[in-house]
């Protein structure tokens, strides 16, 4: 089991460090074209060696192409449109998810299943061309010429007058060619003072999401023969996907009202709520139950147990979604693929512990449960430091990062002073010492309220 831990984790955590160095888009080439080798490859798998290895590297590869897509996508969309676009990327996996079970029923091989899946990948190939490099994370890594060329190529497409449109850009960028690249590792933000601690927080929150989202599913599903709700494995999938799309759905008016920390900490509320629920509540019915003059049954705790699961699966998939999400925002242009990669990875941690549960057999199940509604209440208490990033550009390096403050969840009212103010709002005191130091007009026995001591 550690050694089955240790590959899963490398095979998560190992891409997202990468893209810093070369970019993202020779890792997405590179991610499709190696998923389609592997992909192919596993459908010839002769035993289960051949077939265990081929699809470790066929996750290595799709986990590029996750980071690498999502990376772009954040940075070529404008503020306003970041989160939107996103859900519509949720939204078209959620049709992917829909429509494999009928995959499947169809193409009844497993070998030829495979290769359906992994076809669609040829259309990937494209991207090469469709999607340039982010123009963001060049500049931002002082790749001038790279930049230049870019730059040209889609005034050249667009057919912009670069005398009148941008006119100084390229001149600025051709006297800073000469420059090297200036590429910086994740582990700079060790020296941070807040940005290390919005990463782990979203980390934490991203094991905690999707961690406790299987601790709900089993409850649902049954891991024990009297909470058993469906016993078939078509209604358990779509009912588990049904969930996921119905979080997609709520997430969009919620985080539109209340933003990204306020949507985060009110889905963070309701799964706390619902792991908490479920552990005590669920235990004084079991034990009211067994009264002879309680009149309750065990249908009702079985009721009340299938209520907690889908509000506490319903919120759980939000806070992983939004974690991820937040991240991406938050984290400098620098080190995005890196800080996307941390977060992404402790969300695939946080989905090992359901594996872990079935090789031991569902032993310590209950442990396991507390623990992650222990992290939840945690949780909840560190969002409150986290700074919003609604319609707020992106930060491109690290100091960028290290300006974004933590602002109210409520707005201001008209005519009130905030006690936490805001980096355009700071006032410049440096004077106020020289200016104390020539006064001649207080005396030394005078105090800072103009009141003499006695």
């Known amino acids: 089991s550690p ?9 998560t955590v190992s891409p997202y460090f990468l893209i810093f160095r070369v970019g993202r888009r020779p890792v997405l080439l590179f991610s499709v074209i190696f998923i389609l080798i592997f992909g192919l490859t596993v459908a010839l798998s002769v035993n289960v060696t051949m077939f265990s290895t081929l699809r470790f590297f066929e996750g290595f590869c ?26 519509v990327a949720s939204f078209i996996e959620m049709a992917g998810q829909f429509l494999m079970p009928g995959l499947a029923a169809l193409c009844r091989d497993w070998q030829v299943l495979q290769a359906v899946i992994i076809c669609p990948f040829l259309l990937m190939l494209l991207y090469w061309v469709i999607f340039p490099e982010s123009l963001r994370w ?20 667009n057919r912009v007058n670069t005398e009148s449109d941008i006119k100084g850009v390229v001149p600025e960028l051709e006297k800073e060619i000469a420059r090297r690249p200036k590429k910086v590792c994740i582990v700079k933000v060790v020296g941070t003072r807040n940005l290390w601690k919005n990463i782990v927080v979203l980390c934490v929150n991203s094991l905690t999401g999707y961690g406790i989202h299987h601790c709900f599913a089993k409850s649902m599903m049954g891991h024990e023969a009297k909470m058993a709700i469906t016993h078939n494995f078509y209604a358990d999938y779509y009912t588990m996907a049904g969930i996921a799309l119905a979080s997609c759905l709520a997430m969009c008016p919620v985080v539109g009202f209340l933003g990204r920390r306020g949507g985060l900490l009110l889905f963070m509320i309701l799964t706390a709520l619902a792991s908490l629920l479920q552990l005590g509540l669920l235990n004084l019915i079991g034990k009211y139950s067994q009264l002879p003059d309680s009149g309750m049954s065990d249908s009702v705790k079985d009721k009340f147990s299938t209520a907690f699961s889908i509000v506490g699966m319903f919120s759980s998939h939000a806070v992983g979604s939004l974690s991820v999400f937040f991240c991406a925002e938050i984290t400098p242009t620098v080190i995005r693929g890196g800080g996307l990669g941390l977060v992404l990875a402790s969300a695939g941690f946080g989905r090992l512990t359901a594996p872990i549960m079935e090789l031991h ?24 430091l986290l700074p919003e990033s609604k319609n707020q550009n992106l930060p491109e390096n690290i100091p960028d990062g290290e300006h974004y403050t933590r602002q109210p969840l409520l707005p201001h009212k008209k005519g009130e002073q905030p006690l936490l103010l805001t980096n355009s709002e700071l006032k410049d005191y440096s004077g106020l ?3 104390a130091a020539v ?8 105090t800072a309220n103009g009141m003499k001591s006695m």
Do not use: W
């Open 433 to 435: 010492h020289d200016s």
């Open 439 to 446: 006064s001649d007009g207080i005396s030394e026995n005078t």
């Open 3 to 11: 050694i089955v831990m240790s590959i899963l984790a490398f095979n």
């Open 361 to 384: 057999n569902q032993k310590g199940y209950f442990l396991h449960h507390v623990i992650f509604a222990c992290c939840t209440l945690i949780c909840i208490i560190c969002i409150l």
């Open 62 to 87: 799709l986990a590029g192409i996750v980071l690498s897509l999502y990376a772009l996508r954040i940075e070529l969309c404008p503020p306003g449109h970041r989160f939107m676009i996103t859900m």
């Open 138 to 157: 060049l500049m931002a890594t002082q790749q001038f010429e790279a930049s230049k060329e870019l730059i040209l190529q889609f005034t050249h497409k």
